[in-house]
């Protein structure tokens, strides 16, 4: 038996929808509890199930948790313990998920010491971890991976600030090398960082806990060490993924959808993405207001060429979109190019898509050519079992707006990164419900 959503699709939905703390912000705030003795409260936690599995790893290692109230816990690291790093539970419960690899800069800044296995996350492709382990070298630690356990290991005695140029932006190695970085001796400086939204918060919350980081927001971070870091509070910003996820929505399904909340400063490049599908979208205070929608145009570049929508680094357009570009595609009139830069195995959810009648060609493992059905041929309903967290999000989202029943199998995907999510969606008229099958 294992959990399915099973969707009657069609149907306009209109109301409210306000979006989740950020998951992947949630799991580099959760691991920098780990760089303090100190209280540190967090709020707009998301309950799902990949940042509960994370708050159950703290809690393994000892860290005091006290749940405040919905989404607000406060954290307590003073009497970290070291055994679990080590044993077979935590090989187990680390390797599920791929935020647990965040726990190394901490551990390695306060400890001196890190242990991680081969971390879990979505099958989208090769996903290394080159970056984090070059950069915490860099800082002085010794670095063994085991092969045969898949297991890395660092240690060092003391971390010595350095200048250091990234291969890649690579957001959770940034994201480790700073949180390793802040407690170094002297100065840091980390050239071609990650500074996505989530990544300046984390830097602003260790500001607040007495880090000394600058260049935030830049792809140059400066960071004098400091010998200690004290507790502070934080606020998770809305999940901008979820954010679009609803856009995407609301058009698919010719629905006049209102997203509550949303941030719309960090929101960078993402509602004008939607918008170059045609889809229109207005900013109302600080929500996004999506009219009901018959039709929606592709725009074309100025020289008339095919609209490519691409992934890259922030500021640019965040891959963990692109799923939701290509379902909205298939129903805008004209024809768009997707080209999925970062990793090599997220375009293959299409053949479901083309199961329930898209038109898409599938170029090669990063590009996809979807012609758009001007919501002439609805799409139809059918079975299908989700891949990842994102393709899921989009076959949901494909068989919300598609004629007939559709089932989604293997929907712990959808779970570890959207909170009740058939809940929020009935809420505004989708028929949805959970089912075992
Ligand atoms: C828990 C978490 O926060 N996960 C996110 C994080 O994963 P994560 O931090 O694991 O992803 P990385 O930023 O390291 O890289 C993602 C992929 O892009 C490639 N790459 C990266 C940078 C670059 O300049 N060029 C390049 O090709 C990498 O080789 C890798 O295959 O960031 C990804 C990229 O935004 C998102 O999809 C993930 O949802
Ligand atoms: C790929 C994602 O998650 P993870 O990095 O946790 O696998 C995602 O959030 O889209």
């Not at 708050?55 to 406060?74: A, H, P, R």
């Not at 600080?286 to 680094?313: M, N």
């Not at 090599?344 to 053949?351: A, G, K, T």
Request: with cysteine; hydrophobic share 40%; aromatic share 6%.
């Amino acid at each position: 038996m294992s959990g399915a959503f099973e969707i009657r699709g069609g149907k306009k939905l209109s109301g409210d929808i306000t979006p989740q703390g950020a998951k992947n912000e949630a799991l580099q705030i959760l691991c920098a509890v780990l760089l303090t003795e100190d209280e540190v409260r967090i709020s707009n936690i998301p309950d799902i199930k990949d940042v509960n599995k994370l708050i159950e790893i703290l809690q393994d290692l000892n860290v005091k948790v006290t749940k405040n109230g919905k989404g607000d816990y406060t954290f307590k690291a003073d009497e970290v313990n070291f055994d679990y790093i080590k044993s077979k539970e935590f090989k187990k419960d680390g390797a599920k998920l791929r935020g647990s690899v965040m726990i190394l800069g901490p551990m390695l800044a306060r400890f001196g010491e890190a242990y991680m296995p081969t971390p879990g996350g979505d099958k989208i492709g090769r996903r290394r971890l080159d970056t984090h382990f070059q950069g915490f070298v860099e800082l002085g630690a010794e670095f063994v991976f085991d092969e045969e356990d898949q297991y890395y290991s660092l240690k060092a005695k003391e971390l010595n600030g350095k200048f250091i140029l990234l291969e890649e932006a690579s957001v959770t190695g940034t994201a480790n090398i700073v949180m390793a970085a802040v407690l170094a001796k002297g100065k840091t400086r980390i050239y071609n960082a990650a500074c996505e939204p989530y990544l300046q918060q984390l830097c602003k919350m260790l500001n607040r806990m007495g880090a000394n980081i600058t260049g935030i927001g830049s792809n140059l971070l400066t960071i004098d060490g400091v010998d200690k870091l004290h507790g502070t509070e934080h606020t998770m910003l809305p999940d901008m993924v979820e954010i679009g996820s609803w856009i995407g929505l609301a058009a698919m399904t010719k629905s006049e959808i209102t997203i509550k909340n949303v941030n719309w400063n960090q929101l960078g490049v993402i509602p004008n993405t939607f918008r170059k599908l045609g889809i229109e979208l207005e900013q109302r205070g600080d929500d996004i207001y999506i009219p009901s929608q018959e039709h929606y145009k592709v725009q074309k570049f100025i020289d008339g060429s095919i609209l490519t929508v691409s992934d890259a680094p922030w500021p640019g357009f965040t891959p963990d979109l692109l799923s939701i570009i290509l379902v909205v595609a298939t129903q805008a009139k004209g024809s768009v190019l997707i080209h999925q830069k970062m990793f090599e195995s997220r375009l293959f959810f299409v053949d479901k898509l083309i199961d329930m009648g898209a038109q898409i060609i599938l170029c090669d493992p990063h590009r996809a050519t979807v012609i758009g059905l001007n919501q002439e041929t609805p799409l139809r309903g059918t079975s299908m079992v989700s891949p990842d967290i994102r393709a899921g999000n989009a076959l949901l989202i494909a068989a919300l707006s598609a004629e007939g029943k559709s089932v989604i199998q293997n929907i712990e995907q959808i779970d570890r990164g959207y909170e009740n999510i058939d809940e929020r969606l009935r809420a505004i008229g989708a028929d949805i419900r959970r089912i075992e099958i």
